[in-house]
């Protein structure tokens, strides 16, 4: 399973199947290939392990600061600085047990029950589910025919009652990315109307073919933008992420009414050292991975396409996940899901209404950070049990 | 510096002045001894550190179980059934972000706005805050005139609204301890009144004098319980915790409508995997820590008994915190607090209402999990100081 074409170093598939549960290899039959949640298979950096060693040499693991590591938030506020478009001032960084806690903690932040909130559809999970949990109405927001979200479809979604708006930038699981001029634009629109904007970036470090992001962190009013080191540097176990508030005040009345102040919320010290190493030192990694991303997307899409009745119209310019539009078999995608691992061995994750929304209806998501050796034999697995799989 | 008396190793206080935040070393003044926040100041287990040095050997930091990783959740049941009376199966364990986070989790649980709920008076803070958070109303348990919460005062602070009882068990601030009949009275108390139960364990670990203490977790119908291993091995910058539900059902539902099992909730694996070393390995470590724990309460004890106006009444069977009756110099916990600093260069958190609730007012709390020459110099410093921090 050697790729050359990349420095990443190769996985431990026996660690693997001890560590890595969410649907993945500990979960999953011996003989399965999980292509499912989406939590890279390639080690982490030497960097972030090293800087771990070196901070539990000194063995005293006492209470970090309410917020987090100065060094932790002034690394994530250089990271979108730096990469992001977006002049962050680390005050606005509070450091969170995961980017999944954080959308959940920003959506309870701003909403009450009965307001009304615009997510995509489909979106991943997360985006939705933070807004219901926080007692919210949800209205929808439905890509144009090009499978790309317009301020058209925004302006379809939002009413006079409109509170919030929620978006995932870059988009899971349609892996698109919106143009610096498409977010001033949805930034502008948000403040006319006086909504709320939250931005889901937790994908924002995996960008394809060279693209760049403009985080909403950068506009002005900024939004309240949701990041974690999950997908972009395979820390999704350390549980760390952040929230960029609008501004410093807001911060400080975040940390306030979440309960920050009185260590009911935080992130783990541990894996904030873990965290800034990553930010700090793994950029070679990080290219490597997103290297290898690109061409896995590529070869996967190449292979997909020659299967009757899969569908992808655009390759995806950011994450690492794939979704294939399988309406064409005329099978519902939690079937065609579950024959594809009856028959071919290998999981994908339906685009069922209850993890992407209605609109991910004849679709399948595929993971593709995994090696090149495990793809291929995915995709292979698949072609081989396709007649199988879509016999009717 | 160095003690003799007990085999822990000694603190860096280099280090610690880098990190220990939360009122401790990073945050006063170079000249000022923190006896503040309940974190020791002692470094953690070797064995805490091998752990997790052997386990990021392997750099693959994946997403790990929703309730926490199979050995974590064993090693809390074990560590309950071992040390604290209680018949606890794993599957009613999950793993939290913190023993704050669990608590804070517990109550919006259970609770809904309006609801009353009796708690402790005084009591740590986050028993209350937590009860506050969930929208409940509070009523208070007084101890009675020995400082012993007792089933009269509890039959006293209940209304047939009552919906819950919040209690903190070993008492943070007074160091009180129930017997194994007390728990199993409070508890069929609350469930002949159909009270739910919610305990708070995280000082379960530390008991002097060789106590015992019988969990609410081991009653039946089981208390929702709350664990954490901050207090007895030193690990608060991990922030990992524990839920034990009454019964493993509960804990499914808890988990699912808490967020855990969709990565909302959760603790880092590398904190389980540092608490599990702790509990599995590391008790020859807290009983040395345990026997350093009751050598420093008796020579605070013996030392501020010698202060006019200063009572300690009874020995706090739990704990490494001492709560100083501060009453009879006619000055207001939070100025006598400040004039040690100013006039001893000590820190000391006052009973305020705010922190410990009213019925500490007239109090100031000490930590004493510190090095003996770190507390027989504080100690020297407020003797040396009590004429002008007590001037009238």
Chains 1, 2 share one sequence.
């Not at 209806?361 to 879509?390: K, Q």
Request: charged letters at 20%; a neutral charge; proline letters at 5%.
């Amino acid at each position: 399973m050697h790729d050359p074409s990349h420095t990443n170093p190769e996985p431990d598939f026996a660690a693997l199947r001890e560590r890595a549960f969410n649907l993945r290899w500990a979960t999953v039959a011996p003989d399965v290939i999980p292509l499912t949640a989406a939590c890279p298979d390639l080690p982490v950096a030497r960097a972030v392990t090293d800087a771990i060693a070196h901070y539990i040499a000194k063995p005293h693991l006492c209470y970090g600061p309410a917020c987090g590591l100065p060094a932790f938030r002034e690394a994530v506020a250089q990271h979108f600085a730096r990469e992001k478009s977006a002049a962050v001032d680390a005050a606005r960084v509070i450091a969170t047990n995961s980017a999944a806690s954080a959308i959940a903690l920003v959506a309870r932040h701003l909403l009450r029950a009965g307001d009304e909130v615009v997510v995509q559809d489909p979106v991943d999970f997360l985006v939705a589910e933070s807004a219901r949990r926080a007692g919210a109405t949800l209205r929808f927001w439905k890509p144009d025919a090009n499978g790309r979200f317009t301020l058209d479809g925004l302006r379809a979604a939002v009413t006079p009652n409109t509170r919030a708006l929620s978006v995932c930038h870059p988009h899971n699981p349609l892996g698109t990315l919106w143009s610096a001029e498409e977010v001033a634009e949805i930034a502008g629109f948000a403040r006319e109307r006086g909504i709320a904007l939250i931005s889901d970036e937790v994908w924002s470090d995996v960008l394809l073919d060279g693209a760049r992001l403009a985080s909403f962190a950068g506009v002005s009013p900024a939004a309240w933008v949701v990041y974690g080191l999950s997908k972009g540097y395979a820390l999704a176990g350390l549980r760390i992420g952040a929230v960029i508030a609008p501004d410093a005040r807001a911060a400080e009345e975040f940390a306030a009414a979440q309960g920050f102040d009185h260590t009911i919320e935080g992130a783990a010290t541990v894996s904030q050292i873990a965290a800034t190493a990553a930010l700090d030192h793994c950029g070679a990694w990080r290219a490597n991975f997103l290297a290898h991303c690109t061409a896995q997307r590529d070869r996967a899409i190449a292979h997909l396409r020659t299967l009757d009745g899969v569908r992808i119209e655009r390759a995806p310019q950011a994450t690492f996940v794939l979704f294939a539009d399988i309406s064409r078999t005329g099978i519902a995608e939690d079937v065609l899901a579950a024959r594809i691992e009856q028959h071919a061995r290998v999981r994908v994750v339906p685009g069922s209404p209850r993890w992407f929304g209605a609109g991910a209806a004849g679709h399948v998501r595929l993971s593709l950070a995994t090696t090149r050796g495990v793809l291929d034999e995915a995709l292979a697995r698949i072609e081989r049990a396709w007649p199988a799989v879509t016999a009717r």
